[in-house]
């Protein structure tokens, strides 16, 4: 299967991509309505603020031009380990994933935590082929992994 991936980077990578956008879009076409009319909960708002907070932190240590939403390492990229990326190696897929929590929130229970966990499965995958490529990129990479967990600080 290594191999399998290893051929296919690209199309994998832009398949991952697409899958994920295309749930974060039902996501918001979903919760378009209770948005619209104010009707969102203390909880939907406060994870759509740690969204923000986290997703403006990620970019002010690693600039729009160092990385890459395919998981394919840019081969100019360099390794960032400061910020949030001290605590999370994905700080970005988990201000993603706290949005889509947000909008999942504000929607039919069983639909939001259905396509929040295909959400969720699809980020894990795009994260393990992003740290396979990342170990054969960065000779630092491996050791940063043993520092910091990959989505939720000292937990996952």
Known sequence: ?????????SVI???LVALQFGLLLLLA????PRMWQGNLSVT???LAGLSALLGVWTLAYN????????????ASGTLITGGP?????????????????????????LVGIAAWCALAL?????????????????AGYAAYCQQCKRFVPWVF
């Open 29 to 32: 076409v979903l919760a378009t």
């Open 85 to 109: 990326y001290r605590w999370i190696r994905h700080p970005m897929y988990s201000a993603v994933l706290l949005g889509a929590a947000a909008m999942a929130w504000a929607i039919e229970p």
């Open 44 to 46: 939907s708002l406060g």
């Open 13 to 15: 990578g832009s398949l």
């Open 63 to 74: 600039r729009l031009g160092n990385f890459n939403i395919h998981p394919t390492p840019k």
């Open 122 to 138: 699809i980020l894990l995958t795009k994260a393990s082929l992003e740290e396979r490529w990342l170990r054969e990129h960065h």
């Open 1 to 9: 299967m290594s191999d399998f991936f290893n051929r296919h980077r």
